[in-house]
């Protein structure tokens, strides 16, 4: 069964680094998805990707934040200047069509610690 | 806006003790409807979904019913196993309302021997 990929599984980085968090979404799939979940917090959404660009973005993904389509098949999350209160679950998803009302396929998930 | 409310947790019962998960939703418009399971150390797995009012999504003896009267959409389950144990989100998404999915805190599910 087809499914979504993430990398690194675990990333460690210093206050202030930029990082790249990689996904692989489902290979007919259109539709990207961040979402991150601080330890013992709920999922929050945090942007959207539809055709090569943003389609939405939460309160959460200010301009530290940014997203990319490099190729056919990656996805990926980049922090510019990481902050100590962005150490959590960063989870990509993908659907097949407009996710707001189709089903969200997720990957396991970077967890991502910053010291 | 949109939001989810689900029972706090931790639930704790035994092997084969039937399981009622509350989860109450908040929506503008007709939203869809999910469970995801997260399992220790694991990515979100979708468990079931609803798509309209009085549909009953239902997966590995789990079932859940979306009410639109009542706006709720309670996971149950008549027999849990050890296996079982994991955390489980409520979710909705809707076409009329952004914000893509809005989950539930999640509630965590321990099933004792």
């Known amino acids: 069964e087809p499914e979504v990929t993430q990398t690194p599984s675990h990333q460690v980085t210093q206050m202030g680094q930029e990082v790249i968090l990689r996904c692989v979404p489902i290979?007919?799939?259109?539709?990207f998805y961040w979402y991150r979940q601080i330890l013992g917090q709920k999922v929050e959404f945090l942007v959207s990707?539809?055709?090569?660009?943003?389609?939405?973005k939460s309160e959460i993904f200010d301009d530290q934040f940014s997203v990319e389509r490099p190729d056919g098949s990656n996805f990926t999350l980049k922090i510019r200047s990481t902050k100590l209160e962005d150490s959590a679950m960063y989870f990509c998803?993908?659907?097949?069509?407009?996710?707001?009302?189709?089903?969200?396929?997720f990957g396991p998930g970077t967890r991502l610690t910053v010291l | 806006g949109n939001s989810v409310t689900q029972m706090e947790g931790p639930v704790t019962l035994s092997e084969e003790a039937f399981l009622t998960i509350n989860c109450t939703y908040t929506?503008?418009?007709?939203?869809?409807l999910f469970w995801y399971v997260q399992y220790p150390g694991e990515g979100l797995q979708l468990l079931l979904k609803?798509?309209?009012?009085?549909d009953k999504g239902s997966n590995k003896g789990f079932e859940a019913t979306y009410r639109k009267e009542t706006t709720s959409f309670h996971l149950e389950k008549g027999s849990v196993q050890v296996s079982d144990s994991a955390v489980y989100f409520c979710a909705l998404s809707s076409k009329d309302y952004g914000q893509n999915f809005v989950f539930g805190p999640g509630t965590r599910l321990s099933v004792l021997p």
């Open positions: 609803a798509t309209k009012a009085d």
């Open positions: 998803a993908s659907s097949e069509t407009d996710g707001r009302a189709d089903t969200q396929y």
């Open positions: 990707f539809y055709n090569n660009e943003i389609s939405e």
């Open positions: 929506a503008t418009g007709y939203p869809s």
């Open positions: 290979s007919n799939h259109l539709y």
